[in-house]
């Protein structure tokens, strides 16, 4: 069982930067996927961006402003985020796994804001 712990969430005016990381328990190198899901008050809970091995998929809302990466010998994933917006106010999601996203985190709040 791998255990995913996110950070670097808080409250950031608009226009503004953050970077979440993923920190998992164990390996991640098996993991065909890693990504971000976000959901926010009220409302579903929404795919961000995932990447696998090479490739990397961003939501529509976000492509141009926030970037994924992985670093499979440091078990860790990471978010980028640029260019904050109101909008992309919610509880931001780790998750991964070798077959589907089996694993999530408990996630962190990112607080658009001024």
């Known amino acids: 069982q791998v255990q995913l712990v996110e950070s670097g969430g808080g409250l950031v005016q608009p226009g503004g930067s953050l970077r979440l990381s993923c920190a998992a328990s164990g390996s991640i190198s098996s993991f065909n996927a890693v990504g971000w899901y976000r959901q926010a008050p009220g409302k579903e809970r929404e795919l961000v961006a995932t990447i696998t091995r090479t490739l990397a998929n961003y939501a529509n809302s976000v492509k141009g402003r926030f970037s994924i990466s992985r670093d499979n010998a440091k078990n860790s994933v990471y978010l980028q985020m640029n260019s904050l917006k109101p909008e992309d106010t919610a509880v931001y999601y780790c998750?991964?796994?070798?077959?589907?996203?089996?694993?999530w985190g408990k996630g962190t709040l990112v607080t658009v804001s001024s």
């Open positions: 998750t991964g796994g070798k077959y589907g996203m089996d694993y």
